[in-house]
């Protein structure tokens, strides 16, 4: 079975509008790993209790709740790729660790490569033309 990674970007904006994002998720969840960090958790938590996200709290938090049980936990070692922003390193790391398969994320821009190692990196829009078709 396949390993996929999401974004906090994408899990935000599955939590507050219907559409790419949500549709990805809920795709992810059903045909995929969901590979998941301490990291990564505490960041999708940490975010999605920001004051300008206060009207989505309950959705926001019933979805990272759902995401971590239903995905697999992998501890990251380190990452041999450096990026601008220091922060999304723990997505490669992750993506090393548990060899995962993709990391959909809606910042391209902070992910130069189309590869990292054996993860490929999509747009949610891309992982859904191309992944879920």
């Not at 999605?48 to 996200?53: G, M, P």
């Not at 790729?81 to 997505?91: A, G, I, P």
């Amino acid at each position: 079975m396949k390993k996929t990674i999401l974004d906090c970007n994408v899990l935000i904006s599955a939590a507050l509008t219907k559409g790419v994002c949500r549709s990805v998720v809920s795709w992810v969840l059903e045909n995929h790993i969901l590979v998941l960090s301490e990291d990564i958790v505490f960041e999708y938590a940490e975010v999605a209790r920001r004051e300008k996200f206060k009207a989505y709290w309950e959705d926001l938090e019933k979805m990272v709740m759902d995401l971590c049980s239903a995905g697999k936990f992998f501890t990251p070692r380190f990452s041999s790729f450096t990026l601008k922003d220091k922060s999304d390193e723990k997505y490669l790391a992750l993506a090393q660790s548990a060899q995962a398969d993709f990391f959909v994320t809606g910042n391209l821009k902070h992910f130069p490569e189309v590869v990292y190692g054996c993860t490929c990196v999509y747009s949610p829009a891309s992982f859904q033309e191309n992944m879920m078709s």
